[in-house]
């Protein structure tokens, strides 16, 4: 299913997710020739996944090099247009997982993230927005977990309880939490 196809068939769960679906759906639909790529400068697609233990109290996350922030995994379409396959692609690269799995196909989350501006590669990057489609990803607490150096410096299994005191940015705090409670509405 394209990405496109997914965020249509996303059923918003609040009003914040009302409006970040239309806006998002509104602006896939004016820049259609580079709303996948980095070329947007102002927003483009991006992918997310919560990586959970299979009984849904253990979180594992990257501690990541820009923001200095314990984090989920994700990252950018570039050209990819099936948002679960980033989201899976970038668990793996970003954690050193083998096998990880969706809990569920289904987005569970639509959230438009500010992204402020950076040092990436030596180079500036402006302050722009991730339009963001985001999965509960499952995984088993004893598989090897290796760093992605370039990108973080750290991954490390928390207990969900531990999440308001490792997470600096509360605007995530809050995307973590209802997607948590999702995922155990449907396991």
Same mark, same amino acid.
């Given at each position: ?8 068939? &996303?059923?918003?769960?609040?009003q ?14 004016? &820049? ?56 899976? $692609? ?20 639509? =959230? ?10 030596? $180079? ?15 995984? =088993? ?9 370039d ?7 928390? =207990?969900?309880?531990?999440?308001? $005191? ?5 605007y ?16």
């Amino acid at each position: 299913m394209t990405y496109i196809k997914q965020i249509e068939a &996303f059923t918003p769960y609040n009003q914040q997710e009302t409006n970040d679906k239309r806006v998002i759906l509104d602006y896939i639909r004016l &820049f259609p020739h580079n709303i996948l790529t980095r070329e947007n400068e102002f927003a483009h697609i991006t992918s997310s996944g919560l990586i959970l233990n299979p009984t849904l109290n253990r979180v594992l996350l990257i501690h990541h090099n820009i923001y200095n922030s314990w984090a989920w995994t994700g990252g950018h379409a570039d050209g990819d247009t099936d948002l679960l396959e980033i989201a899976l $692609k970038e668990a793996r690269e970003e954690t050193g997982l083998c096998h990880v799995k969706p809990l569920t196909n289904q987005l569970l989350t639509i =959230d438009i993230l500010p992204v402020y501006g950076h040092i990436k590669r030596g $180079k500036y990057v402006c302050s722009h927005q991730h339009l963001n489609g985001a999965y509960i990803l499952i995984a =088993d607490e004893d598989e090897p977990l290796k760093i992605k150096p370039d990108e973080n410096s750290g991954v490390q299994w928390f =207990d969900v309880e531990q999440l308001e $005191k490792v997470i600096s940015e509360p605007y995530f705090l809050d995307i973590y939490k209802k997607i948590i409670k999702r995922a155990r509405v449907l396991q």
